[in-house]
């Protein structure tokens, strides 16, 4: 084995460089708007089957939003607390608002109520928007080309 197959991230010469990008980006007025606003969305998406009570109605939507709303809600935190580990997951996001958005149709294929695909697709749309966005904000910090105040 060569010494360049055992080169890992943490034998990197730009690894604090980098780092401290990723903290800056992180850091940055968009960034927190859009990590918080995904923490209320995912928080939202996980108890709105029992604050629009169709829990009942509609328990496999509601067992789905509130998984989904969780993972969302996590990724959220996580983006605070450690952006250069969760740059990917903020994409990830982006796909859940996206099921979120068409998932009471392909869950419960008949009978979804207005209440339900209402909020589904706002809270789905709303989520896909800011998982973008703090994709775009942490590779736009990590590609940044020394101090720039806008990331």
Not at 6 to 31: K, V
Not at 71 to 84: C, N, R
Request: glycine share 10%; hydrophobic share 55%.
């Amino acid at each position: 084995m060569t010494d360049t197959a055992r080169f890992t991230m943490g034998d990197h010469p730009d690894l604090l460089e980098m780092r401290e990008r990723y903290e800056r980006a992180s850091a940055s007025g968009p960034a927190v708007i859009a990590d918080g606003f995904m923490l209320l969305a995912g928080l939202w998406l996980a108890i709105s089957p029992w604050v629009l009570h169709f829990s009942a109605t509609a328990p496999s939507i509601a067992l789905n939003n509130l998984v989904l709303g969780i993972a969302v809600a996590v990724v959220a935190m996580s983006l605070t607390l450690m952006p250069q580990r969760m740059v990917r997951l903020s994409w990830a996001t982006a796909v859940i608002g996206a099921w979120v958005v068409a998932s009471p149709w392909i869950i419960q294929q008949s009978s979804v109520t207005a209440g339900i695909w209402i909020n589904n697709v706002v809270t789905g749309a709303v989520t896909a928007v800011l998982g973008i966005a703090a994709g775009a904000i942490l590779m736009g910090g990590s590609r940044a080309a020394g101090d720039r105040s806008g990331y």
